[in-house]
């Protein structure tokens, strides 16, 4: 599985909290990617990064951050939790953008109460 | 920037029938196109793609066709199997974009 990981997988937080999701890749890939799953729409991006501290945001951005100190790390906070983010999140990295493979890591879920 | 539909949204197949995605894509400089799998409770993988200098692709059961004038693709899955029940994303990509385009995901399940 391309060794990409997340933590925690799983996650209860209560409205108004921050909550901070990890990715972490031992690829050395250049590329790394938050998405979030939802029924009937897909994989949704939230943010992407295209190098360390190199980052830019995706179709979903708000109510997101992100910060890429190195390379194999990529971290996704939502500053203030609502129950409209209750959902499953996946980080993804790969080597050529949108050219290539991205690697998927396994999944956070997240139920914000 | 790209925008990606698929249809079906659902698709029922008996085992050992031919399964068919469809997806249109706007962006007629786009020359990536993927196709992920997602079982369920797992992590979406990709299962086979293809370049715009490429009609057609095969791997085994699965092959990808590619209508560039049309913008348009397919996912073709023959002799389908019980492992085949998953959802299945398409996905495109214009040349210089750091990011693919999901399409909304088809439901496949095959009935034994």
């Known amino acids: 599985d391309a060794g990409i990981t997340q933590s925690p997988r799983h996650k209860v937080t209560e409205t108004g909290t921050p909550v901070t999701l990890r990715c972490h890749q031992t690829e050395n890939h250049r590329y790394m990617y938050w998405y979030r799953q939802d029924p009937g729409h897909g994989l949704r991006l939230i943010h992407y990064?295209?190098?360390?501290?190199?980052?830019d945001k995706g179709e979903v951005s708000d109510g997101y951050s992100v910060s890429r100190s190195k390379t194999e790390d990529f971290l996704l906070t939502l500053e203030s939790a609502t129950s409209s983010q209750t959902s499953v999140y996946f980080c993804?990295?790969?080597?050529?953008?949108?050219?290539?493979?991205?690697?998927f890591g396994p999944g956070t879920r997240l139920l914000v109460l | 920037g790209e925008n990606v539909e698929q249809h079906p949204s659902t698709l029922s197949v008996q085992e050992g029938d031919s399964a068919v995605i469809k997806c249109t894509y706007s962006d007629s400089a786009s020359n990536y196109f993927p196709w992920y799998k997602q079982e369920l409770g797992k992590r979406p993988q990709l299962i086979i793609d293809i370049r715009s200098n490429v009609g057609e692709k095969k791997d085994q059961r699965i092959a990808v066709t590619l209508n560039k004038t049309a913008k348009h693709f397919s996912l073709h899955i023959t002799e389908t199997q019980p492992e085949d029940s998953a959802v299945y994303f398409c996905a495109a990509s214009p040349p210089r974009d750091y990011k693919l385009s999901f399409g909304a995901g088809t439901t496949v399940t095959v009935r034994a």
């Open positions: 990064s295209y190098g360390v501290k190199d980052t």
């Open positions: 993804a990295s790969g080597l050529a953008g949108g050219q290539e493979t991205q690697y």
